[in-house]
């Protein structure tokens, strides 16, 4: 295992994943609770998941765009 580049770009991407289904799955159960304490079965369900779903996909695209800053850092060394 000399190059852990693929090994380190699997994790980061399981990583990502799983916190874009876990945010999904806490806000959608979060709107069936709600759901089921004012009876208004499945309007909270629905907001849930959309607002789980976005967060969710927010936080991937930040993700991403981080990575990629990571990898275009200008030289800052002075000219000689």
Do not use: H, N
């Not at 789980?52 to 200008?74: E, H, Q, S, V």
């Amino acid at each position: 295992m000399s190059d852990p580049g693929p090994l380190r770009g699997a994790a980061s991407a399981a990583a990502q994943v799983t916190q874009l289904a876990v945010g999904v799955v806490l806000a959608s159960w979060a709107g069936a609770w709600i759901d089921s304490r004012l009876e208004t079965a499945p309007l909270f369900l629905f907001l849930g998941l959309l607002c789980g779903a976005g967060a969710g996909f927010y936080k991937l695209y930040r993700m991403l765009i981080t990575d990629d800053d990571d990898d275009t850092t200008p030289d800052t060394t002075p000219p000689t």
